[in-house]
């Protein structure tokens, strides 16, 4: 599948990571040349220009791809990214990154969206009916029952709090994507400090998640074995 992810930051360099381990062609716009070297991916096309001008997306030649993924941090590129490439070059789906939810409503077909993807709202909603705080929870299953996104909710007596990010030995097979605080999305360093509060999404291999499950909740892991 050939895919146009328009935004190289990190959110479109994590999708590109992703398909381009699934096989897929990418081919990544961005108009600065320097994230190219930063973004240490291997094996995707790149193209600098301005994505929102017409002569860029033909030397990208968007009639070519399967799909466009517009996933800069301006709503105003990513919308008018999605309806070029839907009413220009007859893309046949299209997926827009929502980074401000006042603007969801503009994501739609009149614009060209397919897909809008709301990440605070996404997120919020796979735990909002699941979540118990201090306990890890299964939200997807992944790779045919290999791998698990799960979620943890830092309760306010937690020992990890004010622990930064890179201190904590995560387990082997277990990796934090991502730190929801406040309703907005943090991709997370090693110098991010957790917070009472936090919710913490990690991608696991099923069999690493009571490993995940001891070192966060040690408490209740320990109840679960007796």
């Not at 017409?54 to 941090?73: P, R």
């Not at 201090?134 to 790779?143: F, N, P, Y």
């Not at 110098?191 to 696991?204: A, K, P, R, T, Y």
């Amino acid at each position: 599948m050939k895919v146009v992810i328009v935004g190289a930051g990190s959110v479109g360099c994590s999708i590109a990571r992703e398909l381009l381990a699934h096989g897929h062609e990418i081919l990544l716009i961005d108009p600065k040349p320097e994230v190219i070297g930063r973004s240490g991916l291997r094996g995707a096309r790149w193209l600098v220009g301005d994505a929102c001008e017409i002569t860029t997306l033909k030397e990208a030649k968007l009639d070519e791809a399967d799909v466009v993924v517009s996933a800069t941090g301006d709503d105003k590129v990513n919308l008018v990214v999605s309806l070029l490439a839907k009413t220009e070059f007859g893309v046949g789906r299209t997926v827009g990154r929502v980074n401000n939810p006042k603007n969801d409503w503009m994501f739609d077909d009149s614009w060209g969206v397919d897909v809008a993807v709301n990440t605070p709202r996404l997120m919020t909603a796979l735990v909002e009916e699941a979540v118990e705080i201090g306990d890890l929870v299964r939200l997807l299953t992944l790779q045919t029952g290999v791998a698990s996104l799960v979620e943890f909710t830092v309760p306010g007596d937690s020992y990890i709090i004010g622990s930064t990010v890179g201190t904590i030995e995560w387990p082997q097979d277990a990796t934090l994507v991502a730190i929801l605080r406040d309703e907005a999305p943090i991709a997370p360093s090693s110098d991010d400090v957790i917070e009472g509060g936090d919710e913490l999404f990690f991608v696991s291999t099923i069999a690493a998640e009571d490993s995940l499950r001891a070192l966060l909740s040690p408490s209740k892991a320990a109840l679960r074995e007796d």
